[in-house]
């Protein structure tokens, strides 16, 4: 459903029982950091689209003479992109353009807190955007503890081992997986256990 900016003002006024419960200046404030008064597509909420909506025009025929109504629809597309507060991809909607400005921007954390809240026309880059947000003044607040460098050593040798832990635990299940048993290992090893005495042996009768 489109909205405007208006009718959000609407919406927020009704469901705290009207102007008579705002301070002064409070409305004004909340006009300004609202998206701008333009019509946002259905779809475009479910994403992040920069601006980029359909465009209504003319297409003109070849000679001029002839004018049919079309419209443009934004170049859309689904992507993983990485998020350092969040540890992990998100996958979102995106336009081409958003894609640009977010690379320029160097990441999605760096997009969403550069570009205020009036120019996020879209509800999933409020939401997105407050969240980020807060968890970077929740690490902000944090304090910063520094450890030893002989406690660093050790937790890099912990993290080591926990990696080669999990490392033969995906091997163990991938030789489960495909039909892998002890049993298989035992044999070959007994099999190469006897090439090699009898090897020893042919050396030793020689």
């Known amino acids: 459903m489109a909205f405007r900016s208006k009718e959000m003002v609407k919406k927020i006024m009704k469901k705290i029982g009207g102007e008579k419960n705002l301070n002064p200046g409070v409305k004004e404030s909340l006009k300004k950091s609202l998206p701008e008064s333009k019509v946002v597509m259905s779809r475009a909420h479910r994403g992040i689209y920069a601006g980029r909506h359909i465009q209504f025009g003319n297409q003109v025929s070849e000679k001029g003479g002839n004018k049919t109504r079309r419209n443009w629809k934004p170049n859309v597309q689904e992507k993983r992109l990485f998020s350092y507060i969040l540890d992990r991809h998100i996958r ?114 020689s």
């Open 92 to 205: 979102v909607k995106v336009t081409t353009h958003a894609l640009r400005c977010i690379d320029k921007a160097g990441g999605i954390d760096e997009y969403l807190l550069k570009t205020p809240y009036k120019k996020m026309d879209t509800e999933m880059g409020l939401l997105w955007k407050s969240k980020i947000e807060k968890m970077y003044q929740e690490l902000g607040n944090m304090e910063v503890v520094f450890f030893p460098q002989e406690e660093e050593n050790k937790l890099a040798e912990e993290f080591k081992d926990m990696r080669i832990e999990q490392r033969v635990a995906r091997r163990d299940a991938r030789r489960i997986a495909y039909g892998w048993s002890p049993k298989v290992a035992q044999i070959k090893e007994a099999s190469e256990d006897g090439e090699a005495n009898h090897h020893e042996e042919l050396v030793a009768n």
